[in-house]
C-alpha cells in the first residue's frame, strides 16, 4: 500500500452546484425498477444460465413484481436470441410486462436486435456506447465528437429498425461509463439522442445513467444525476433511469441518492449480481424503502424462497451478512442485543402497537417470510440472560423468574464456552431441564401428606442415599411446612424463599410449572423448577430441585475440605 500517489479522482463533479437533494428526508415513492438479472447478472456468472434456468428465473422475476425486465443481449450469441424468442414464441411474458434488449450503436446488430423482438407485445431498446475519458483515449482512440457520433447514428437506426418491425418499442439510451465522463459533454451526448427522439408525452424515452465503476462518494453520484436532471431537453418526456455498480461498496447509497436527486427509474439485480463487486441490490434497496413506510411495489414476502432459486440456477450464494437477505442479519448472539430484543417484543405483545420498532430489527423478519425461533436469537458464550429465556419461552412456554434467567444464562454459556459452539434451542431445554426441573438427587422425594386448614402440617416420605425416611414438619402454609420439614430433618439453613407459577400448554398436555428459589447463609441464590399437572406437586418439586441444588454445592464443598 505504498503506491498511493499513482491513483486520482477519475470523476467529473457538475460544472453548477447541483444540492438540491439533500434538501429531502427519504424517498418517499418507489421508482420504476428493472431488472438486469438476466442480462448484466448472467454475462457476470462463471456459468452462465441455461435455457431453462433462465425461464424459471424470468419466472420468478415476474412473480416479484418487475414490470421491466432486460432479458438480454439478443443479438450477441444464440442462446440469447433462444431465450428471447422462446419468451414471446410460448407467450410467457405477461400482457403488464415490458422486456428489454440491449445494442451497441452499430447497424448489424440493431438490425438483429430487432427481429429477434418481431411478435413481444412491449419492449424496451436499450442502445448504448462508452463515453468516459479513459474509453475514448485508451479503448476507442476517438475524439468527442466522433464518440457522440456514434450515439446519434445508433438514434436514428433505432427510428429506421423500429419503423420497419412491427411492435410497441420504447428507447433507451446510456452513455455507458457514465460516471467516468465530463458530465458536461454526457449532457451533450445524451442531449443529442433525444433531438433524434424527440420524446412526446405518450411516447417518453428512457435515458439511463449508469454508474458502470463507482468512482465518487456517493453524494457526488448524486449531485451529477441533479444536474443531468435540470439540464436534459425534454425533461418531462424523459425517464431518467440509474444503474448503480458497487465498486465502492456504495451502490444502495448511489441509488438512493440518486433517486432524491430527480432519478425515477432503477435498474439493478437481485442480491447485488454482476460484473466485478455487481450491480446494485434491488431487495436492499427495496426493503430499506419498506422499512420508512414506502410500499416497494415488490412481492418480497416470501424472501428464502426467491433466494433458493437465485441461488440454485446462478450458484451464487448471497452473503451471510447481506442486508435483509443473509441468514444471519437478524441473528443476537450478544447478551444486550438479546435482551432489548426479547423486551422490545414482549412489550410489543402488550402495546399492540402499530409501528414496528422493535430495538435491533428494522424490519419484522415474519414480513419477508423469516421466523424468529432460530434465526433472531441464537446462544453462544457471548448470550446473555434475556435472549436464553425468550428462547425458552418462545419454544417451551417457560416464564422464567429475572434473576433465575441470570443463573441459567451462566450455565448455558459455560456450556458454550467449554465446548467453543453455539448451543441450539433443545441443547438450552437440556440444560434446563438437567439442572433445574424436578431435580430428585440427593433428597428424592417419594410422597407428602397434608394436615390441617389454616395450620397446615405435613407428613412427608423421602429418599436420601437410598433410605427412605417419613418426616414431620409445620407451618403457615402447606409449602411452608415442607420447607420447615426440609430444613430441620436435612441440617441446612436458607432464608428468603420466593415462588412463582404459571400454567404451561405443549401440545394437548397442560402442565402447572412452579420457580422456588433460597437463599444459603453465605448469600448464594439457588434455583429449582417442578413441572407436574397438578400445581401443588409442582410447588413441592420447584422446593426439592432447589434444596438439591444446594445440597450438592454443599457436599462438594465438604468433599473439598477432606
Given at each position: ?9 477519475n470523476?467529473f463533479m ?5 444540492l438540491?437533494?439533500t434538501e ?79 445494442t451497441?450503436s ?11 423482438l ?18 475514448r ?10 464518440i457522440k ?23 433507451q ?7 467516468g465522463?465530463?458530465?458536461?459533454f ?20 428512457i ?8 468512482m ?5 453520484y ?14 418531462e ?8 455498480h458497487n ?13 432524491l ?12 449480481n454482476?460484473e ?47 442486508p ?7 441473528t443476537?448472539f ?11 417484543m ?13 430495538p435491533y ?18 446462544i ?64 428424592e ?47 441446612i ?38 413441572i407436574?399437572?397438578d ?28
Amino acid at each position: 500500500m505504498k503506491n498511493v500517489s499513482k491513483y486520482t479522482r477519475n470523476y467529473f463533479m457538475p460544472p453548477a452546484t447541483s444540492l438540491k437533494w439533500t434538501e429531502k428526508e427519504y424517498i418517499d415513492k418507489a421508482p420504476t425498477w428493472c431488472s438486469v438479472d438476466l442480462r448484466d447478472g448472467n454475462q457476470a456468472l462463471i456459468i452462465p444460465m441455461n435455457l431453462q434456468e433462465k425461464l424459471e428465473y424470468f419466472q420468478v422475476l415476474v412473480d416479484v413484481g418487475f414490470k421491466e425486465i432486460e432479458v438480454g443481449f439478443p443479438a450477441a450469441s444464440d442462446t440469447e436470441y433462444t431465450f428471447l424468442r422462446t419468451l414471446i414464441e410460448q407467450n410467457l411474458i405477461p400482457d403488464d410486462v415490458t422486456i428489454q434488449v440491449l445494442t451497441q450503436s452499430r447497424e448489424h446488430i440493431i438490425k438483429k436486435t430487432f427481429e429477434s423482438l418481431r411478435g413481444a407485445k412491449n419492449a424496451v431498446v436499450h442502445l448504448y456506447n462508452s463515453t468516459s475519458l479513459a474509453q475514448r483515449e485508451q479503448v476507442f482512440r476517438r475524439s468527442k465528437e466522433e464518440i457522440k457520433d456514434i450515439a446519434v447514428s445508433g438514434a436514428h437506426l433505432l427510428n429506421k429498425y423500429a419503423a420497419e418491425v412491427e411492435g410497441n418499442f420504447k428507447f433507451q439510451y446510456s452513455p455507458e461509463s457514465f460516471t467516468g465522463t465530463e458530465i458536461e459533454f454526457a449532457l451533450d451526448v445524451c442531449n443529442s439522442v433525444l433531438d433524434v427522439w424527440q420524446p412526446t408525452a405518450d411516447k417518453k424515452v428512457i435515458i439511463n445513467l449508469p454508474a458502470t465503476v463507482s468512482m465518487s462518494m456517493p453524494h457526488v453520484y448524486a449531485s451529477q444525476i441533479e444536474y443531468m436532471s435540470e439540464n436534459m431537453n425534454y425533461r418531462e418526456n424523459v425517464i431518467l433511469s440509474l444503474h448503480p455498480h458497487n465498486d465502492r461498496g456504495t451502490g444502495v447509497a448511489d441509488a438512493e441518492l440518486g433517486i432524491l436527486a430527480g432519478a425515477d427509474r432503477v435498474e439493478g439485480t437481485l442480491f447485488g449480481n454482476g460484473e466485478r463487486t455487481g450491480n446494485v441490490d434491488i431487495v436492499t434497496l427495496a426493503l430499506n424503502m419498506y422499512t420508512h413506510g414506502v410500499d416497494p411495489q415488490l412481492n418480497l414476502d416470501n424472501l428464502p424462497a426467491i433466494q433458493e432459486v437465485y441461488e440454485r440456477v446462478t450458484r451464487m450464494s448471497v452473503p451471510d451478512r447481506q442486508p435483509y437477505a443473509g441468514k444471519l442479519v437478524f441473528t443476537a448472539f450478544s447478551g444486550s442485543h438479546q435482551d432489548a430484543i426479547a423486551k422490545g417484543m414482549k412489550w410489543r405483545e402488550q402495546e399492540d402497537r402499530k409501528h414496528w420498532t422493535v430495538p435491533y430489527l428494522p424490519v419484522d423478519p415474519e414480513d419477508i417470510g423469516r421466523e424468529y425461533e432460530g434465526e433472531v436469537i441464537r446462544i453462544n458464550s457471548q448470550s446473555g440472560k434475556g435472549g436464553i429465556g425468550y428462547l425458552l419461552e418462545q419454544a417451551y412456554g417457560f416464564e422464567l423468574p429475572p434473576k433465575m434467567r441470570e443463573t441459567l444464562g451462566y450455565k448455558v454459556k459455560d456450556v458454550s464456552d467449554r465446548n467453543q459452539k453455539e448451543l441450539m434451542t433443545n441443547e438450552i431445554h437440556d440444560i434446563f431441564m438437567k439442572e433445574f426441573v424436578n431435580v430428585d438427587s440427593p433428597a428424592e422425594l417419594v410422597d407428602y401428606t397434608f394436615e390441617g386448614k389454616d395450620t397446615a402440617t405435613t407428613t412427608i416420605q423421602v429418599n436420601v442415599n437410598g433410605e427412605t425416611n417419613t418426616w414431620h414438619g409445620a407451618g403457615n402454609g402447606r409449602l411452608d411446612a415442607i420447607n420447615n420439614a426440609l430444613q430441620k430433618e436435612l441440617g441446612i439453613a436458607y432464608k428468603d424463599l420466593t415462588y412463582k407459577e404459571h400454567a404451561q400448554s405443549i401440545g394437548s398436555q397442560a402442565n402447572a410449572v412452579s420457580y422456588v428459589s433460597i437463599t444459603s447463609d453465605n448469600g448464594t441464590v439457588y434455583w429449582g423448577c417442578g413441572i407436574d399437572p397438578d400445581i401443588m406437586n409442582s410447588s413441592v418439586k420447584a422446593l426439592f430441585s432447589a434444596v438439591n441444588n444446594l445440597l450438592k454445592v454443599e457436599q462438594e464443598r465438604f468433599a473439598a475440605t477432606k
